[in-house]
């Protein structure tokens, strides 16, 4: 069992920047891939960015590209999403999220991440 904890949201103006801290516990070494999922008022949970454990490949949602920069620490089980040039559309609940099962691909669906942490809110003001 994989206990995961967000940190880092917060209130942030527009241009701004904030990095996101996702410490994992229990179970660490099964995990192969990670990610980080938000989640706007009154919309479904979207795919912001993953990273694969095997080689450290990482794929992002196209709106973030160029802004987020996803990274991970393993020796911390530390997951990080480094947020840059931030806009009010950011502002979302994050979430992270890992991926246990065997598998050698990188995923963008929820319904392929086993363990998730409770979120952290990151609001941008214009």
């Known amino acids: 069992q994989v206990q995961l904890r967000e940190s880092g949201g917060g209130l942030v103006q527009a241009g701004g920047s904030l990095r996101l801290s996702c410490a994992a516990s229990?179970?660490?070494?099964?995990?192969?891939?990670s990610a980080w999922f938000r989640q706007a008022p009154g919309k479904g949970r979207e795919f912001v960015s993953g990273?694969?454990?095997?080689?450290?490949?990482?794929n992002y949602t196209e709106s973030v590209k160029g802004r987020f920069t996803i990274s991970r620490d393993s020796a911390k089980n530390t997951l990080y999403l480094q947020m840059s040039s931030l806009k009010p559309e950011d502002t979302a609940v994050y979430f992270c999220a890992v991926r246990n099962r065997l598998s050698s691909g990188l995923y963008y669906s929820e319904r392929e991440y086993d363990y998730w942490g409770q979120g952290t809110q990151v609001t941008v003001s214009s």
């Open positions: 229990g179970g660490t070494f099964s995990i192969r891939n």
């Open positions: 990273i694969r454990r095997s080689d450290s490949t990482t």
